[in-house]
């Protein structure tokens, strides 16, 4: 990551519109190589070119690359970008470094369906299980992460107007009843839910499926289109809510958009793939310090490094220990972690949203 | 299921139309009646395999499958419940055999698309459990004599190690399964588990039989379940509560396992396996509770 020269701003606007190329182009490459790096030694290269003359592929490399390689390269790009432009959009709207996509209630919504699915899931009638089967616990997950952020922005919502204030304080009472809830659930689960509940809670792309490309894909897709569009509202609301609406921006129609495009596509993000942590806080942090914090190119710049990176870390995930394979969550927060802290040693001053 | 598979008709029809070089593929190669290449998952999956002698066709074990030693050197495709799909297929097996339970479902449903046969052999805690593990087993890798002979020979010695376990006990002892005691807390085995089950084949009896499965018991429900005997799982030196601690923690020190200071550990995949070495089992923890 080269670093920016603090004091020629100008400078930073013109490099964040090349970054939108370079990491256009970054994010291809790491695609590309995601589809010819796994345990197994199927090979990109010598599949198409078996393709390109007419050959046919062998069951295993069909396998491999159509039904595991590409949903879990398409999987990584939607959850990566989610995770980083909710983040983007989050630190934004509160006005704070610290926010991530989990401050809308996401994170702790969508872990207490979770877990009422993996620890209950048998008490439900079975048409119903029978129905929707592997999928209970992904739109357990959605429809948790998506009610609490419903009740959250219902309670600091007076008037017509939001308080972040109130929803920042709401959102940590209400995740701590859902941690309560789940503690609950958890007491009575057996230890094979409990280490289902503990993987999950570490995120893993491991069961991409094209089925859940499919369901997550559009949400996601069109609530990144949505928060992309947000840049202009996002920038005036850094000088604070009352200049914001002042300058001509409405403030409470870009609330509301911010508070359900996050937490639409976190939900779903949440929902395929687990609890994967630091995306959401790191990449806009380290797209700041390098490009500036114009809200305009930053999110489109979050979109493309967040998927970048999350499918670099699913490689890892896949190879490290082959065949088997580490949950996701582990990958990024221990290579993301001392990286971020030698970039905030390095521009301390930087990170003063 | 019916979603998943509606899923695929559409993307497939959408494949289809994408590209006709994509729906040209060939089936590829049909696997023949008795698999050579084998993936084992599940610890007593695999023990039975090498009971049955056959353990030159596996090619990859999971990591619960511990015994015996020498099944170390096989590449570890992760935790049953945890399977990654690429890291199954990366060791081409012709069958996938599962204990019960492997997952997840989604990573399951990959490698029956790949037209991997994968059989899931039971797990249930008894002795008939343990012979239909066998035969299932022995079923799959198109060794069904050899599997009824082992069937026999393991159901005659576990009855005869029940049996046993079960004469001459004027009074049974109670029996706590320790699972751990991270924090000063004991998490405790009640009934409808394998801890119950071996205690109870060993001529034993669950001091906890208030709860189903592994919970956390309470001090004063450990006092008012009095267990005469604490049986927990050897982990190596380093990963075990040390005797003393354990007997010191208020909510054992007042049971009577604690005055006579009766600790038993085992191997855990010994204990909790069900496989061929139950009987073993078996009479290990019933001379460990009856000493003399």
Known sequence: MVLADTYLPADRVARARIAHFAFGLLLLVVGTISLTVGASDVALGAALWKLAIGDPLTRMENTVLWDIRMPRLLLGLLVGAALAVGGTVMQGLFRNPLADPGLVGVGAGAGLGAILVIVLGTLLPIWLTASVGQFMVPIAAFLGGWATTLILYRVSTRSGRTSVATMLLAGIALGALAGALSGILIYIADDRQLRDLTFWGLGSLAGATWAKVVAAGPIIAIALVVACGLGRGLNGLALGEATAAHIGIPVQRMKNAAILTVAGATGAAVAVSGGIGFIGIVVPHLLRIGTGPDHRPLLINAALLGATLLIAADMIARVVIAPAELPIGIVTAVLGAPVFLWILLRRRALVDL | ?292
């Not at chain 2, 030159?56 to 511990?66: I, K, M, N, P």
């Not at chain 2, 159901?155 to 706590?176: H, M």
């Not at chain 2, 005691?181 to 669950?206: F, H, K, L, P, W």
């Open chain 2, 1 to 292: 299921m019916n979603m998943s598979s509606r899923w695929m008709h559409v993307l497939y029809a959408a494949i289809c139309c994408a590209g006709a070089v994509w729906a040209s593929m060939p089936l590829g190669a049909e696997t023949g009646s008795s698999p050579q290449k084998i993936v084992s998952v599940g610890g007593s999956v695999t023990e039975v395999v090498y009971a049955l002698g056959e353990e030159h066709r596996l090619v990859a074990r999971d990591t619960t499958s511990t015994y015996p030693p020498e099944v170390s050197s096989l590449p570890d495709v992760g935790y049953m419940r945890r399977l990654s799909p690429e890291g199954v297929l990366s060791v081409a097996p012709e069958l996938i055999l599962a204990e019960e339970g492997a997952g997840p479902p989604e990573v399951i449903d990959i490698l029956k698309e790949a037209q991997v046969p994968f059989i899931e052999v039971p797990e249930p805690y008894s002795r008939e459990g343990i012979i239909a593990k066998i035969q299932a087993v022995g079923d799959a890798l198109g060794v069904a004599d050899k599997a009824r002979s082992l069937a026999e020979d393991v159901d005659a010695k576990l009855a005869a190690a029940e049996q046993n376990a079960k004469d001459d006990i004027r009074s049974p002892k109670r029996v706590l399964f320790v699972l751990s005691t991270e924090g000063g807390r004991v998490m405790a085995s009640g009934t409808e588990t394998g801890a119950d089950a071996i205690i109870q084949m060993s001529g034993g009896v669950n001091a906890a039989t208030g709860f189903e499965g592994y919970k956390l018991m309470s001090d004063e429900a450990i006092t008012v379940a009095a267990p005469d005997v604490i049986l927990m799982m050897d982990r190596g030196a380093n990963h075990d509560v040390a005797e003393d601690e354990l007997f010191a923690m208020p909510a054992v020190s007042t049971t009577p396992a604690a005055a006579e200071k009766a600790l038993v550990r085992m191997n855990g995949l010994l204990l909790l396996g069900f496989g061929p070495r139950t009987a073993e089992a078996v009479t290990a923890l019933n001379q460990a509770l009856y000493p003399d």
